[in-house]
Nanobody, 127 residues
């Protein structure tokens, strides 16, 4: 497993942009799939975006497609989530997740598939 630490959340207004960062440490060798999930009060944790180790073929939920961009800096063991055109319904705690994979192009969109999680960072979007 790896240790993950998120940063970059805060209180913003609708239409603003925020960039979340996720720093990985520990057993970072090999292939890893990394994803962002979010959980709003009273709701289940939901998939936001995923990126395979290869960095190609990123994947998004329909609710954020076209507004959010996931990326990674392999040299620094970091993953980012650029969030543009934020809406009040994007308000949630955002979590970074990772799991080791056998192939560089593998990714997962279910929270059950990930075994390493960060502590979460709050993003609040006011209308």
């Amino acid at each position: 497993q790896v240790q993950l630490v998120e940063s970059g959340g805060g209180l913003v207004q609708a239409g603003d942009s925020v960039r979340l960062s996720c720093a990985a440490s520990g057993r970072t060798s090999g292939y890893y799939s990394t994803a962002w999930f979010r959980q709003a009060p009273g709701k289940e944790r939901e998939f936001v975006a995923a990126i395979p180790w290869s960095g190609r073929n990123t994947h998004y939920s329909d609710s954020v497609k076209g507004r959010f961009t996931i990326s990674r800096d392999a040299a620094k063991n970091m993953v980012f989530l650029q969030m543009n055109s934020l809406k009040p319904e994007d308000t949630a705690v955002y979590y970074c997740a990772a799991r080791q994979t056998s192939y560089s192009g593998s990714y997962y969109s279910s929270s059950n598939d990930y075994d390493s999680w960060g502590q979460g960072t709050q993003v609040t979007v006011s209308s």
